[in-house]
Structure formats: structure tokens, C-alpha cells
């Protein structure tokens, strides 16, 4: 099938139907510009009917034996793998992403089915001790009901899947939305796989929408219970403070500006692979990506001068080509901003040592240095195939300038004292960071996450089972109790 043509739809209560809004998401391939597929948008009332479907197939969901929910992820496994060229090429096409990149997502999307597996198993209750003669308290984990699911467009398909998968496998129903640049592989297509793999219909729906169209009614409808967002820290804060306003949970994984720190006795030539690919992996629009490397300055130069070599050698255009390291950027706009902040970094001061140009979407990568410390690109999450070198001098040092930024999700260290490595981990404000590795981590049992402007709360293993089900305290008298009147 051809999924840019057969998928441009809705898919509500088990349907695929047009959007009822009056003008159309465009989709493009971010590479050449092509038009992939034209979506009316859905409106307001499309998303109360996609909510009011997942809350009537919930409640039979919920009663049905976790064995039986499993057998849908087993069979959305093995749809996966049976689809993976397919799927590849829509990676390519839809995104902009590389090969290996593509490869990397498909493998991650894998796991977390593999997990969500499991987890239809895994909550479990409890029985607690009362104080009150006779008593006996129950605690169940129960699901929350409906989950409402807005994922973004850097890995639409993997992002979608870690929460649509767990939510729905803990015995929950879920309305997606995904970004508007990515509606095929972040909606449609996550749809098709569980509507192939027999998921009941209403379970799983897909809103393929816009603010402009339906502003906030997705966070602000009085079915979802939790909202998990994957974004920016700035649309992050709007969705917190709706669902505050509402009484909703919100699970935010949001933007970075990881530090990777090279220390005076690291392995050079590995620090330098371990950089290069935490920073311009899919044209650094990874949230984990390493914005700053930080570099002790007894081995700066020898670390910028193979930093810069490796760098120089990454190969940018066409994302279908197996040799290419750097494709597009998702849009104009964004290259636009990318090109920019570089531009102005450079004329308020710093050197590029690397100096990338724009063809298109398609953005060279650039490598800076003497940056300015009030430089708007040491504070901001870049989403681009930009880094800046930064120097120091000690330990104490390279924390402070890690921890100089609002944002706290990943980081790295590289040393060759693994434990002298992790006293600076625990010193840095981040939700996650790695000894002697990139910064560009995911695990499926893992709690994955940030801190300060990077999210709320954690996804993966137990985590995921915190974030999409509720405690319920039962409990029995099995004797009389005493009441003072």
C-alpha cells in the first residue's frame, strides 16, 4: 500500500474518514519538496467523537485478560519487522531521516512493543496492614481511563508508539495526535499497524488537527485523564498549565541542551566518535543531542583538531542515499533558524571553525568556538546541526558550565576514571547522563526524562506504569467497627 495516499485520513471509533475542518495539512518530503499527501484537518467535533469512542471501548479493554491484550502487541511486532523496508522508506520520505537513522528508530519502536508485552502483565495490587482491628486494605493498579497522546515530529513513529503501546497495553485507550509535519508516521500509520493487529475499534484514535483549527479542546476535554506531550519546553508549559487548570496529569518530555564534557584523561579519539554522533545525528533534532561539548583545556587542541576533521568529513544531502550522515532539517522555517542563530552567534563574536551552509532544508553542519557567554546559542536548545566547543579549566569548572542553561535531560562524561566520572554526573542538573558514551540514550525499562525546563515526570518500565495507571484503596471490615455516635 501506499501509505502518503491510502493513510491521508482520520481514524475514529475503527474508521477512516476525512477531516470535516475547511482546509488541508500538506504534507511534504522535507529533502526535495515533493507532496506527499493532502489531510483535511479534523475540528472540534471530531476530536469529542474520537474521546467519546475511546471511552466507550475503554471500559471492555480493561476487563479483558492481560494474556489476550498481549497478543495484539506480539502480532504489531511482527507487523513491524514484516514492514520495515516499507517503513524505512517512509522515514526517508517523511522526515527527512537518514538510513541510519531510520534504522535506529525502527529499532528503538521494537523494543518498546517487546516492553509493552510485558507490561499487560505487570501491574500488580497489594494488600497493606490497618492500624483498625480487622481491616484489610486492597490497593489496585488500575488504568486511568483515556490517555490523550501529542507527539512531535523528529521520531513521530518511536515516540508515538512509547506511549500509545504502554497506555493501551495497561489496559487504557488513547487518542494521538501527531504533529502536523509528520501525520503519516506519528498517526496513520501507529492506527493501521494496531488496527491490523486487531485492537479493538474506538481503542486507538488518530485526530490529524491543528491549534489553529481546534485550539486547545485535545488537553482541555473532560475525557482524557492524562496528557502525554513530547516538545518544546515553550508549547510544554501551555499544555502543564491546561491540564493544572483541569485536574488532568500531564507526563511532559521536553527539549534539551545537553552538555557532553570531554575531562583531561578521556579517550580522545572515542570522545571525538561519541561527540560527533550525540550532535549531528538526524541534523540534531534530537532532544538528548549534545549542544555544548565541553572540553578540559590540557587536551583542547587535540580534541578540536579531530573534532573538527571528523566533522568535515560528514557527508550532507539526500537522506535516501546510504552514505549520507546529514539530511534535511523538517521544514524552511527551521533551516531558516538554524541559519540564522549561526549568523548572529558569528557577528556578536564567535569563530566557526566549520562554517555549514543551506541548500534547501538541507543545513551543513557548523562547529563554533569562542562564543560569547551571553550568546543566545549557549542558553537555547538548538534543533540543528550546530555545536559549540566550550574550554575549561577542572571539574568544578566543566559542572558549572553544565549546569548553566535552563534545561536539565541528558549529558555525558568522558574519563578514564569511570568513578572520578560519576562524582561529575551526580553533579549535573540533568534527568539522564552517560559515562564514556553519547548522549543519545533510550531504553525501554529505564526512566526516561528531564529536569528543570526539560519535562515532568518519567516514561519506561515502571515509570510508564505510574504515569498511565491509578491506585484504588479497597478496603474490608471483616469485623464491626466503633463509631463515636
Known amino acids: 500500500m501506499s501509505y502518503f495516499t491510502d493513510l491521508a485520513l482520520q481514524y475514529i471509533d475503527g474508521e477512516w474518514r476525512a477531516g470535516g475542518g475547511s ?35 475503554q471500559r471492555a479493554w480493561a476487563d479483558t485478560n492481560p494474556y489476550a491484550r498481549r497478543a495484539v502487541f506480539e502480532r504489531a511486532l511482527r507487523l513491524i519487522e514484516e514492514r520495515e523496508d516499507e517503513i524505512t522508506e ?12 531510520a534504522a535506529f528508530e525502527l529499532h528503538l519502536a521494537k523494543e518498546f512493543l517487546r516492553e509493552a508485552v510485558n507490561l499487560a502483565l505487570r501491574p500488580e495490587g497489594r494488600i497493606l496492614p ?50 502536523q509535519n509528520t501525520p503519516i508516521l506519528g ?107 565541553l572540553v578540559d583545556r590540557s587536551v583542547l587542541q587535540e580534541f578540536t583538531d579531530k573534532f573538527v576533521a571528523k566533522v568535515r568529513g560528514l557527508r550532507s544531502g539526500d537522506p535516501a542515499d546510504p552514505a549520507t550522515h546529514i539530511g534535511p532539517l523538517i521544514n524552511a522555517s527551521q533551516a531558516e533558524a538554524v541559519t540564522t542563530l549561526v549568523d548572529q552567534a558569528v557577528a556578536a563574536g564567535a569563530s566557526a571553525l566549520v562554517r555549514g551552509t543551506a541548500t534547501g532544508n538541507v543545513v551543513a553542519p557548523t562547529v563554533l568556538t569562542d562564543v560569547p557567554a551571553d550568546s543566545p546559542v549557549l542558553a537555547q536548545e538548538i534543533f540543528g546541526p550546530v555545536v559549540t566547543l566550550l574550554p575549561f579549566d577542572g ?33 549535573v542538573h540533568t534527568g539522564m547522563i552517560h559515562i564514556n558514551d553519547g548522549t543519545v540514550h533510550d531504553e525501554p525499562i529505564v526512566p526516561f526524562g528531564g529536569e528543570k525546563h526539560s519535562g515532568v515526570g518519567r516514561l519506561n518500565g ?24
Not at 558550565?401 to 554526573?425: C, F, K, M, Q, W
Open 90 to 101: 517512509a522515514i526517508i520520505a517523511e522526515l527527512g531521516g537518514t538510513r541510519t537513522k
Open 395 to 427: 571539574e568544578d569548572e566543566a559542572v558549572r558550565i553544565a549546569n548553566d542553561t535552563p534545561y536539565g535531560l541528558s549529558g555525558a562524561v568522558h574519563t578514564g576514571d569511570v568513578e572520578r566520572g560519576v562524582r561529575i554526573a551526580q553533579r
Open 187 to 293: 498517526g496513520a500509520l501507529v492506527a493501521k499497524i494496531f488496527e491490523d493487529a486487531g485492537l479493538p475499534a474506538g481503542l486507538l484514535n488518530v485526530v490529524i488537527t491543528d491549534i489553529a483549527e481546534i485550539g486547545d479542546a485535545l488537553i482541555e476535554h473532560p475525557v482524557p485523564k492524562v496528557i502525554s506531550f513530547t516538545g518544546s519546553d515553550r508549547v510544554g508549559k501551555h499544555v502543564a498549565t491546561v491540564c493544572a487548570a483541569h485536574f488532568k496529569r500531564s507526563v511532559l518530555e521536553l527539549g534539551g541542551n545537553s552538555a557532553l564534557i570531554v575531562l583531561d584523561d578521556a579517550d580522545i579519539d572515542y570522545a571525538v566518535d561519541a561527540a560527533v554522533f550525540s550532535r549531528f545525528v538526524h541534523q540534531g533534532q534530537v532532544c538528548m543531542a549534545a549542544n555544548r561539548v
Open 23 to 57: 482546509w488541508d495539512i500538506i504534507d511534504f518530503n522535507p529533502y526535495n519538496e515533493e507532496k506527499l499527501a493532502s489531510i483535511t484537518v479534523a475540528t472540534v467535533e471530531e476530536v469529542d467523537q474520537a474521546y467519546r469512542a475511546a471511552e466507550r471501548a
Open 130 to 179: 490497618s492500624p483498625v482491628d480487622g481491616k484489610e486494605n486492597r490497593l489496585y493498579r488500575v488504568p486511568v481511563g483515556v490517555v490523550g497522546v501529542i507527539s512531535p515530529f523528529n521520531f513521530p513513529f518511536l515516540l508515538s508508539i512509547k506511549s500509545v503501546a504502554p497506555a493501551l497495553a495497561l489496559g487504557n485507550a488513547v487518542v494521538l495526535k501527531p504533529h
Open 462 to 485: 515502571e515509570s510508564t506504569v505510574d504515569a498511565f495507571t491509578t491506585y484504588k484503596w479497597i478496603s474490608i471490615q471483616h469485623g464491626r467497627s466503633r463509631f463515636p455516635f
